[in-house]
């Protein structure tokens, strides 16, 4: 890592209306450097960044690239200076090809235009070398949410940039994929581009980056060397008070005695990704579904939830079979599902809090076809209050809310419900350290309300804190069932393994 100052920010102030955004922040990256940029939802992260890239004026301080001071007015400005950004919520164009959205605004020319044969090549080249195989000249939305998000990557660091902003880079990858991020960006590293990365995965910030910055509220809390930090000091620091409850696992014994079964899939198969899934879940238990991306875990939810009737084996919820032809079927037998991605498939971002919480239970609440307002009321207060979402009131849009506040509003709409089992999938995607916390302790609630719940998350530690029981799966099917004390991330780790190993030999035989 070079001792050259690459970017400094000095005395950053932002103010919005009623919010001090960024209270006089110093913040600097040198070339060859992967800096971390740690915090909670709030915290100032992404202003910074916004000020950085031109999306916001700053109110005061200055902004130094290379030593020279810079004023961006705009992304535009600030990418051809070479500030890259990669945004967790990919921002390509779906009806453009691979290559296309790879070299968007710098594509190769010849004398008739553009020259599609060298444009094509190279960014076939560009993503083998990042261990993508895909079609460059398909349309990007045939691509899946993952490889999309490694052509983002792709377009950011083939773009000639000095520094690159990665915000969430790893929330669509499994961890092959973020092995191959890793790898690239250790060149990038070693070619002398700074990095800035922006990670609610702990472990992936002592394992790739040098230096973190740590903002509070607005405010600069510290700057430190990675190796000179413990993860609890790390976590610390960020919520500003003791991690220890934050990082120790929280679920205790499942007693199955006398515990109905409310979910029971057998042999479970369809086209697409499942070959013969089996998993269970009793009241009150919470049971991990592990597995890689494309492993067939969310496959499995969107069955279970009558997302996708077209497959084979058999289904009980509560003792009786059933094959739903839609999620209103599965609701109204005592499913819940809290999907992948909340922006898409959860949250109806231009309606309030109130609305998005009530919106499954809005027949239950209203007579001949009128809504009973006051019943309503009362039920948002309460889980506003019972999960502590930080909202200025039921109306706010809920587009507005932190990530973590649309994930406990989503818990929410489902707790209204009453129901028997919810599946839960990655619900602290994207969510910070302390909003993750909260949210895990509302699952061990939940299932002490002896509610079940079936918990998909890629995140392996969040398994072992949280689960009485993990089912793992690959490519479709079950190759490991952890229980208690045996679960841990060596176990489930080396049960993907050794079902890759069972299905090589099972395709050489």
Partial sequence: MSERVLLEMRQIDKRFPGVHALDHVDFKVRAGEIHALMGENGAGKSTLMKVLTGLYAKDSGEIL????????????????AGVSTIYQEINLIPYLSVAENIFLGRQPLNRTGIDWRAMEARAGKILAEMGVDVDV???????????????AIARAIFSDARLVVMDEPTSSLDEKETAVLFQQMRRLKEQG???IFISHRLDEIFEI?????????GKLVEERPVERLTKLELVSKMIGRDASDVLRRKNGGYDAAGKRTVLEARNVANEVKLRGINVTVRAGEVVGLAGLLGSGRTEFARVAFGQDGDYTGELEINGQPVRFKSPRGAIDRG?????????????FPHMSVRENMTIAILPKISRFGILNAKKQDEIVERYIRSLNIKTPGAGQQIHNLSGGNQQKVLLARWLCMEPDLIILDEPTRGIDVGAKSEIESLIQEIAGRGIGVLLISSELEELVRNCHRVVVIRDGRNVGDLEGGSISE??????IAQGAAKEEGHENG
């Fill in 209 to 217: 980056c040098d230096t973190v910055t740590i903002l509070k509220d």
């Fill in 65 to 80: 690239l290379d030593g020279k001071p810079v004023s961006f007015h705009s992304p535009l400005e600030s990418q051809r």
């Fill in 335 to 347: 499913l819940a599902y809290c999907a992948e991605d909340r922006k898409v498939e959860g949250i």
């Fill in 490 to 495: 060596e176990n489930i780790m080396e049960r």
């Fill in 137 to 151: 000249t398909q349309e990007l939305r045939r691509c899946g949410t993952a490889i999309q998000q490694m052509i």
């Fill in 193 to 195: 581009l700074a990095i």
